[in-house]
T-cell receptor, first 114, second 116 residues
Framework: EDKVVQSPLSLVVHEGDTVTLNCSYE??????LLWYKQEKKAPTFLFML????IEKKSGRLSSILDKKELFSILNITATQTGDSAVYLC??????????????FGKGTLLTVNP | DAGVIQSPRHEVTEMGQEVTLRCKPI?????LFWYRQTMMRGLELLIY????????DSGMPEDRFSAKMPNASFSTLKIQPSEPRDSAVYFC??????????????FGPGTRLTVT
């Protein structure tokens, strides 16, 4: 069974701190790894990673994938209160023919205090 | 574009009743996904459609759950009969592609279902 494990489950920091969120996975026929941010409503897409070692960056957020060690990290620098959310990691895998599976981790709840 | 539209936003129903959740994907998106999110199990993919055809329903928990997509702009997820353990937030999402590097999914606001 495919697994995606995120750590920590929750994290409380002060504005300005840098945080690193972790996602490890065990899947068959890996395609890509995705990061989402979920505030009060639906998840919103952050990054898709398919290749090892190539950092994706968007403002203060960045992410990298290690396909050998089967993990990814999401970094947020100079955190702001608006970064408070649940960050979800998901892994896409091929499941035969044109089928596809998506497995989510339980998420990391990040709270940024002023 | 209005984004993915789901209705109702909240539903409270009694055990044994039929529940129908509705979704309108983003126009032009060929893929539609139904998810369920609970505290215990996190976010789970239930089923997805390509061009209105169900491709993989292996995530559907049991026969009480069914999903249809009669046309490109409408899908339903039905639970009959509903049980308290079905209480969750149900998300619908759509994407244009399912190819490597191009399959960003856009989520709807979700339907919060409570079965008493």
């Amino acid at each position: 069974e495919d697994k995606v494990v995120q750590s920590p489950l929750s994290l409380v920091v002060h504005e300005g701190d840098t945080v690193t969120l972790n996602c490890s996975y065990e899947v068959t026929n890996f395609r890509s790894l995705l990061w989402y941010k979920q505030e009060k409503k639906a998840p919103t897409f952050l990054f898709m990673l398919t290749s090892s070692g190539i950092e994706k960056k968007s403002g203060r957020l960045s992410s990298i994938l290690d396909k050998k060690e089967l993990f990814s990290i999401l970094n947020i620098t100079a955190t702001q209160t608006g970064d408070s959310a649940v960050y979800l990691c998901a892994v896409e895998a091929d499941s035969g023919g044109s089928n596809y599976k998506l497995t989510f981790g339980k998420g990391t709840l990040l709270t940024v205090n002023p | 574009d209005a984004g993915v539209i789901q209705s109702p936003r909240h539903e409270v129903t009694e055990m044994g009743q039929e529940v129908t959740l509705r979704c309108k994907p983003i126009s032009g998106h060929d893929y539609l996904f139904w998810y369920r999110q609970t505290m215990m199990r996190g976010l789970e993919l239930l089923i997805y459609f390509n061009n209105n055809v169900p491709i993989d329903d292996s995530g559907m928990p049991e026969d009480r759950f069914s999903a249809k997509m009669p046309n490109a702009s409408f899908s339903t997820l039905k639970i009959q009969p509903s049980e308290p353990r079905d209480s969750a937030v149900y998300f619908c999402a759509s994407s244009k592609y399912l190819d490597r590097g191009r399959d960003e999914q856009y989520f709807g606001p979700g339907t919060r279902l409570t079965v008493t």
